[in-house]
T-cell receptor, first 111, second 115 residues
Framework: SQQGEEDPQALSIQEGENATMNCSYK?????LQWYRQNSGRGLVHLIL?????REKHSGRLRVTLDTSKKSSSLLITASRAADTASYFC???????????FGSGTQLTVLP | EADIYQTPRYLVIGTGKKITLECSQT?????MYWYQQDPGMELHLIHY?????STEKGDLSSESTVSRIRTEHFPLTLESARPSHTSQYLC????WGAGASSPLHFGNGTRLTVT
């Protein structure tokens, strides 16, 4: 089973609303990363949070990490139609050699 | 956007053909990766490389092979394409490997259809 699993699988909101996506994982990690993928394109790195960090901000993005619950959340504030994309979390597990990606959350922002 | 390029963007090919998917990066990254992704699904690592003359198989078994003769170039080859190989193939690079907190830079992918 996947190291990282996103929830919900799909999310549809109105422009201007906030969007929250969650990621749960199973084993200890060095860091957790969030990526965005527009339809038919490659992934773009958004933000990285280390295991000793609890919260990180980048523009309209806010990421939290709770290592005791093995979960992370990505909040996009004041969403725009251009935020429509799939969002993936990726875990850099202590026991693994490479990043492991979850199955993603498909976000649709309606104008 | 990162400087990592994949060609072709789309490829439709018949069963049994040999194909090579190209991937090049101009960032001087030592680490390069190939992922396979079906539409709307997670990414699966099929090959990676830590540097020139280094290649390793990933978590997902694949009939493809890779080579790393130059730092900037990491092509993927399928000797005999089959319909089960139909998928999107994403190439990525990073400055360091996992465990060193380095993000991946992705190309735009090659969407392969085998008829």
């Amino acid at each position: 089973s996947q190291q990282g699993e996103e929830d919900p699988q799909a999310l549809s909101i109105q422009e201007g609303e906030n969007a929250t996506m969650n990621c749960s994982y199973k084993t200890s990690i060095n860091n957790l990363q969030w990526y965005r993928q527009n339809s038919g394109r490659g992934l773009v790195h958004l933000i990285l949070i280390r295991s000793n960090e609890r919260e990180k901000h980048s523009g309209r993005l806010r990421v939290t990490l709770d290592t005791s619950k093995k979960s992370s959340s990505l909040l996009i504030t004041a969403s725009r139609a251009a935020d429509t994309a799939s969002y993936f979390c990726a875990t850099d597990a202590v026991s693994a050699r490479q990043l492991t990606f979850g199955s993603g959350t498909q976000l649709t922002v309606l104008p | 956007e990162a400087d990592i390029y994949q060609t072709p963007r789309y490829l439709v090919i018949g069963t049994g053909k040999k194909i090579t998917l190209e991937c090049s990066q101009t960032m001087g990254h030592d680490k390069m990766y190939w992922y396979q992704q079906d539409p709307g699904m997670e990414l699966h690592l099929i090959h990676y490389s830590y540097g020139v003359n280094s290649t390793e198989k990933g978590d997902l078994s694949s009939e493809s092979t890779v080579s790393r003769i130059r730092t900037e170039h990491f092509p993927l080859t399928l000797e005999s394409a089959r319909p089960s190989h139909t998928s999107q193939y994403l190439c990525a690079s990073s400055e360091w490997g996992a465990g060193a907190s380095s993000p991946l830079h992705f190309g735009n992918g090659t969407r392969l259809t085998v008829t």
